[in-house]
């Protein structure tokens, strides 16, 4: 496995540890449904939380800088797709946690609420 993928993996753990000792629970992780990928799905309350974890070795690159506006998309998509196949009514709620570092030295950050998807209307056609 590529030092990335290790990275990755380690660092989504920690998440799912850090996400648990504030009282989440944690429904899936590394959710796939063909194109569509989540971290971590958690519930809290009436919230679906869907988590997007990026972890980065140093913090020579901002890990936020890696969630653009296209990225944000897709989670959305995705977790749509995710709730379309629950019998159960939950408010969606878009997380990012960021964690820099390794297993011997690192920091996290946790953004609850961290996009909230646009209102998209198309027009009629006439």
């Known amino acids: 496995m590529a030092r990335h993928n290790t990275l990755g993996k380690w660092g989504e753990a920690i998440a799912v540890d850090f996400l648990v000792a504030r009282g989440f629970a944690i429904v899936e992780t590394n959710w796939h449904s063909g194109h569509y990928e989540i ?7 009436n919230r679906m939380v869907f988590v997007e974890v990026k972890t ?22 995705s977790a749509d797709c995710y709730l379309q196949s629950l019998s159960v009514t939950y408010e969606a709620q878009y ?14 950050e946790h953004i609850p609420d ?13």
């Not at 971290?39 to 309350?45: E, L, P, S, Y």
């Not at 969630?67 to 998509?77: G, L, P, Q």
């Open 114 to 126: 961290a996009f909230i998807p646009s209102v998209v209307t198309r027009r009629a056609r006439r």
């Open 95 to 108: 997380d990012i946690i960021t964690i820099i570092g390794d297993q011997h030295d690192y920091t996290i």
């Open 39 to 45: 971290d971590i799905i958690a519930t809290r309350g």
């Open 56 to 77: 980065r070795s140093t913090a020579d690159y901002d890990p936020l800088d890696a969630i653009d506006s296209r990225k944000k998309n897709r989670i959305i998509r």
